[in-house]
């Protein structure tokens, strides 16, 4: 493991962090940072370094921007214009990448920077002198949530899906901090990957407190968030009961958004949020976000969907309406309404979990599971909210299934989903119609390599137990 993971230390700001390579740098104490040893001498500093780690996930190389732009364009529904895209993420959408692009190497080291501040916390947690057991408990069960919600996702773009490869090599397992002498660890079974992410989630479920909906900060992982992963974890494994259950956990006392909360952009949290990363006006993304990429004025205005997928929605569906053809702006494509700015540019919560993805998730195991009529119960919840007055669907089987995903893909896109949903499944990847880059392969062809990432050289080259025969297939 390269020593930036093992001489990091916690600090109250984590935004501000610079990655480098050089020993030298590593050597200096950020001026902010509190010193490793005063950061559990107290109840406020601790929870300081849990909002520190919360914070690395709004950077724009992880989940404030990277992450979900790249799981949508790595799809078919979605693209990069192919003019005036300022060159972002064109490596990325015509899924041409090698191991030393930074789209590869900054989610690996923020997801490791994160991962190593998880584990100081868990480690120290019960060291705190003036907190009372029920803070270390909210305090650990969060650290253990976030470090599987990074777990989770590192892993799903990293490694090869579950359903092709239970014991493939995926990433490292570091759930414990290491000395700088220590022995550096190589790539796990994928299963065993899956099997601490699962055990982190179930003992966040244990430690996290029961509260009531109006009572939970959704800038933090909170029971319902625990439970809405673990649906997610369960899912990529294809544990259908398990998934379902955690799903309702989730969703449970949970209002939908209404079609006016659906059309004020996605830009803040609302009645079925279960997590979002939290931004102020003062750390905002600006140009490097969600917005900015999306909304078709006041930013970079890259992202546009696919006509093809557009067709796939009733004229009286409510998300219809979030597709726009303006020549003015673009001429030849099709611009996203879906997320605003927020009073200014960049300005805008990304809603990470939301109620909405739980029902589709509880739709699609009991599909699986052969209860056609609650899978049917549970997706009209998303289709009647979207097209009032659609009839329940009378599909089962592979049709149902076949309906549920369709569903996921209307409901969630831009949302960061396709890219898993795709490779989860092991479904055909095929891109027509006005995308500028095709492609049209299926799980049985060389090219499916292409929906998993390289890791990182930079971590080949630091990682005396990974060598480039380790490195994935087609890199």
């Known amino acids: 493991m390269n020593t930036i993971i093992k001489k990091s230390i916690i600090t109250l700001f984590s935004l501000s962090l610079l990655f480098s390579c050089t020993n030298d740098f590593l050597e200096l104490d950020p001026s902010f940072a509190l010193k490793e040893k005063d950061v559990f001498s107290k109840y406020s500093s601790a929870h300081s370094a849990l909002v520190g780690a919360y914070d690395q996930l709004s950077s724009p190389n992880f989940d404030g921007l990277y992450n979900p732009i790249m799981s949508d364009i790595m799809g078919e529904d979605v693209m990069i214009n192919s003019e005036d895209n300022w060159n972002w993420f064109t490596d990325v959408y015509q899924m041409n990448l090698l191991p030393t692009f930074t789209y590869i190497n900054s989610p690996w080291w923020i997801g490791y920077k994160i991962i190593f501040d998880t584990n100081k916390i868990i480690e120290n947690v019960n060291n705190i002198p003036d907190a009372t057991q029920e803070q270390k408990d909210n305090i650990e069960g969060q650290a253990r949530a976030l470090r599987a919600y990074v777990n989770l996702k590192l892993v799903q773009m990293y490694a090869p899906a579950h359903k092709r490869n239970s014991m493939a090599p995926s990433i490292m397992i570091v759930d414990q901090v290491l000395d700088v002498e220590a022995e550096d660890p190589g790539r796990s079974p994928l299963q065993d990957a899956y099997d601490l992410i699962e055990s982190d989630l179930l003992k966040a479920v244990e430690l996290l407190p029961d509260l009531e909906p109006l009572d939970i900060d959704e800038g933090f992982i909170s029971k319902k968030g625990a439970h809405a992963l673990l649906a997610r974890t369960y899912l990529d494994q294809e544990k259908w009961e398990e998934a379902k259950v955690n799903a309702q956990n989730a969703y449970k006392d949970l209002d939908l958004m209404t079609a006016n909360e659906m059309y004020g952009g996605f830009m803040s949290r609302n009645s079925e949020t279960i997590f979002t990363i939290a931004y102020t006006e003062e750390d905002n993304n600006v140009y490097l976000s969600l917005p900015s990429f999306y909304w078709p004025v006041g930013g970079y205005s890259s992202m546009r969907a696919n006509d093809k997928f557009i067709e796939k929605f009733s004229t009286e569906d409510l998300r219809f309406f ?96 396709r890219w898993n949903d795709i490779k989860r499944r092991q479904l055909p990847f095929v891109r027509e119609g006005d995308h500028w880059v095709k492609f049209n392969f299926t799980a049985n062809d060389n090219d499916y390599y292409r929906l998993t990432f390289p890791i990182p050289q930079s971590e080949i080259d630091a990682n005396t137990n990974i060598s480039e025969a380790d490195q994935n297939i087609g890199y």
């Open 322 to 417: 979030f597709f726009l053809k303006e020549e003015e702006i673009d001429e030849n494509r099709n611009l996203i309404l879906k997320f605003g700015h927020n009073r200014i540019v960049g300005n805008a919560e990304r809603i990470v979990i939301r109620a909405s993805e739980m029902y589709l998730i509880e739709a699609e195991c009991e599909a699986e599971l052969g209860n056609y009529s609650k899978a049917q119960d549970a997706l009209h919840v998303i289709q009647s909210r979207a097209y009032p007055g659609v009839p329940k669907s009378k599909n089962v089987g592979q049709e149902l299934i076949d309906e549920v995903l369709l569903e996921r893909r209307k409901e969630l896109f831009g949302e960061g989903f």
